[in-house]
Each structure stands twice: as C-alpha cells, then as structure tokens.
C-alpha cells in the first residue's frame, strides 16, 4: 500500500540519455510532492528534482538544471525522470520519493521529510 515502483536505470556512456520511471499510483492524483534523489557510494542523499502532482510546479537542482526533466502522466500513475547529456559525476542509484503538500523551496529536496521511498535504481555514466 502506497509502494513506489521504480525502473528506467543502467549503464551508459557520458553524453548518452536515461528515463527513470516511479509508479506512484496513491499520490499521483492527491496534493503530494514526488521528487527524485540520488546518493553515491560515501556521499549524501540529494535532491536532483520534484513536481508537485496537484499543478505540476517543478523544482531542480542546479547540477541538473537543463539537463534533467521530471514530468508527470496521470492516465499512467507515473513520474519521470528524463535525463539527457549524462555526465560520470550523475553515477547513483537514485531513488523515487513521496513529500506531504506541495513542492515548495527550499524543503522539497530535504531526505529527513521524506515520508514513502522507492526502492532505488541503479544510474551508471562510464567517460
């Protein structure tokens, strides 16, 4: 109940593209903000985008500002993560998430209110 399913990773070359998808079937249609997050082996959780489901406003990390798109298709419960001129330093597994209310600044990249997790997907970007 409430579950993110995930899928859309790999392994691709720098410069190459990768669509992430999240199956968020209980929130897509409510007042909720699904976001992506990415961690790297040592480092921090953050946040790469989000989109409130109610409106559809967008938010974007600055690495990924113009490279990145995250959209929303209610017919098929789904967000995505487009992502487009991939870069090494992009390798993660990266995680699809659910926040309460809209998306707003600066809290829609926070980890700690995040409330519901997918389980993850692997993005790797060889040079």
């Known amino acids: 109940q409430g579950q993110l399913e995930e899928s859309g990773g790999g392994s691709v070359q720098a410069g190459g593209s990768l669509r992430l998808s999240c199956v968020a079937s209980?929130?897509?249609?409510?007042?909720?903000?699904v976001g992506w997050f990415r961690q790297a082996p040592g480092k921090q959780r953050e946040g790469v985008a989000a989109?409130?489901?109610?409106?559809?406003?967008?938010y974007y990390a600055d690495s990924v500002n113009g490279r990145f798109t995250v959209s929303q298709d209610n017919a098929k419960n789904t967000v995505y993560l487009q992502m487009n001129s991939l870069r090494p330093e992009d390798t993660a597994m990266y995680y699809c998430?659910?926040?309460?209310?809209?998306?707003?600044?600066?809290?829609?990249?926070?980890?700690?209110?995040?409330?519901?997790w997918g389980q993850g997907t692997q993005v790797t970007v060889s040079s």
């Open positions: 998430s659910v926040s309460i209310g809209y998306c707003k600044l600066p809290s829609w990249s926070v980890p700690g209110l995040v409330i519901r």
């Open positions: 989109i409130s489901t109610n409106g559809g406003m967008t």
């Open positions: 209980q929130y897509i249609r409510s007042n909720y903000c």
